[in-house]
């Protein structure tokens, strides 16, 4: 016998989830059916919510509920050093480190050639006009240590290399407390390219 209708529409709305698989799915539709049904309210409403409500700012390309979103807004914030990533996620996880003070722009995406994603796929346009605009005096780049993030870092080099704007990037390296037995060979020759003098 297999699950009503509703429950394994549930399972399959599940599944859609990145890292859900069928087991976690059913779990996961299974205890729904556990939920206070003030909470399954707020949940749909929540789900509606994110796809009513959510847009993206129209300065910086991060998630907003309104035209620019709070980091934009907040005049307190350093306004000539933008920070470049690719994804809205990292934006998050700068703010929780709370020693970044600077402004934002997400490309959200990388060039990635072999996934036809070229220059004027991503939010490059936009970072040109407010360095531009904004008076920007740095660029700071802070995108996913592969390929594609070293594909991008470098074409936004040379295309604001005319411009008056300090360009740096964040390290990359052997993360603290690493074991070097661990440690990949690309991170580990980042890290050997990347070294820094201590006298």
């Not at 300090?166 to 070097?180: L, N, Q, V, W, Y």
């Amino acid at each position: 016998m297999n699950y009503p209708q509703t429950i394994r529409n549930l399972i399959e709305c599940y599944k859609k989830l990145p890292g859900i698989g069928e087991k976690t799915a059913e779990r996961l539709a299974l205890a729904t059916l556990n939920i206070d049904q003030e909470i399954i309210h707020l949940f749909s409403n929540s789900l509606l919510d994110s796809k009513t409500k959510i847009r993206r700012c129209v300065r910086c390309n991060h998630l907003s509920e309104n035209e620019e979103c709070d980091i934009c807004l907040d005049k307190s914030r350093i306004q000539n050093v933008i920070c470049v990533v690719d994804d809205p996620k990292n934006v998050i996880t700068f703010e929780k480190i709370g020693s970044y003070r600077g402004k934002y722009h997400v490309l959200n995406g990388l060039i990635s050639p072999l996934d036809g994603i070229g220059p004027e796929d991503i939010h490059l346009n936009s970072l040109l006009h407010r360095i531009e605009k904004e008076n920007i005096s740095e660029i700071i780049l802070a995108l996913k240590p592969s390929i594609e993030g070293e594909t991008t870092n470098l074409y936004i080099s040379k295309v604001l290399s005319g411009m008056p704007v300090k360009i740096t990037k964040i390290a990359h390296g052997i993360p603290m407390g690493a074991d070097m037995d661990y440690v990949d060979l690309m991170t580990l020759e980042t890290a050997l390219d990347n070294r820094t003098e201590l006298t």
